[in-house]
């Protein structure tokens, strides 16, 4: 199941990747871009499109962090009430006999 999973990331890679080369290569015109009154260097338009979606992916992963940090230490501390829940019959018995 593992060597599945990864190949299936593989090929989603391979995929994310020619899709990439082909949007540069369909868009060859060269762009600069003026950021805040600095322009940054020429470079083709597909190239800025994948800068963009680049820096876009990277925001929406930061901004969703904190709710993820979040969830994850409530999960951990569910699942340490779980094991109590479950130790505690266990040791009921135990004391019974």
Do not use: H, Y
Not at 69 to 79: D, F, K, P, Q, T
């Amino acid at each position: 199941m593992a060597l599945l999973k990864k190949l299936c990331l593989l090929l989603i890679g391979l995929a994310a990747i020619l899709l990439g080369i082909g949007l540069v290569l369909s868009n060859p015109d060269v762009m600069t871009v003026d950021f805040f009154g600095r322009e940054a260097g020429p470079l083709p338009g597909g190239l800025w499109l994948l800068v963009a979606l680049f820096i876009g992916c990277l925001a929406g992963m930061l901004a969703s962090l904190p709710m993820l940090l979040r969830l994850r230490r409530r999960a951990r501390g569910l699942n340490q009430q779980l094991i109590k829940l479950r130790v505690a019959p266990a040791r009921e018995r135990n004391k019974a006999e």
